[in-house]
């Protein structure tokens, strides 16, 4: 374990058993649809590398960039878009691939921008669900795991950029943030 982590939350033999049902129940619910997979970097890119290779239907796939945190752990409640979709969705099916859905501020705008552009539908996938923190109502489609509201980092998720090769879900050590809040 890294020396900087408390506690292993979700662990990589977790992750993926959950990431293979989410495949599987995503593949049935998308099966004869070729949704797009609109993965929101940085923090979902590993998470959609491994739920792409457990959709047995076929997908396509795009990038998105958004930022709603400085380097530190508040959010500003600003969400910036670095990157837009390169492909149409008019008429397409979405899938937003997300690490983590926490205050919602970053889904509600996401979600709110995409619907403009008249998708078919638009559904939400996020690995981690922290409920506790939500200031937005946001309708989470499919979830990995329901986790409390803990300082976590791994499996994409970041801490001032460091952390995110970690294979596991991770408690960051209180002392490496002192006194944030989480993302
Ligand atoms: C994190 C995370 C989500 C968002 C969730 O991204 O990856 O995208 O925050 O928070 P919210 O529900 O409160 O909006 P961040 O802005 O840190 O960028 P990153 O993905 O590049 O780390
Ligand atoms: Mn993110
Ligand atoms: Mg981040």
């Known amino acids: ?14 992750i993926k058993k959950r990431v293979k ?3 599987e129940e995503i593949s049935r619910d998308y099966k004869d649809k070729f949704p797009l997979f609109v993965c929101i970097l940085r923090g979902a890119f590993v ?9 047995h239907v076929p997908i396509s796939v795009d990038f998105m960039a958004i930022s709603s945190y400085g380097g530190k752990t508040e959010s500003s409640g600003q969400v910036k878009i670095l990157k ?13 691939v997300e690490d983590i859905v926490d205050t919602g501020l970053t889904m509600d705008a996401v979600t709110r921008l995409l619907k403009t552009r008249k998708p078919k539908s638009i559904k939400i996938c996020t690995l981690l669900d922290k409920v506790d923190r939500r200031i937005i109502n946001i309708k989470v489609d499919y979830y990995g795991f329901r986790i409390p509201n803990s300082f ?10 460091k952390y995110r090769n970690l294979p596991y879900i991770g408690i960051l ?10 993302n």
């Open 1 to 14: 374990m890294h020396e900087d982590i408390e506690k292993i939350l979700v662990s990589q033999e977790e």
């Open 21 to 23: 049902e989410l495949g």
């Open 47 to 55: 998470f959609l590398a491994d739920l792409v290779r457990e959709v």
């Open 84 to 96: 837009d979709l390169d492909t149409p969705i008019e008429d397409r099916h979405v899938l937003i």
């Open 152 to 161: 976590v980092v791994g499996y994409g998720l970041d801490y001032e950029e």
């Open 173 to 182: 050590k209180e002392k490496v943030y002192k006194g944030g809040s989480n």
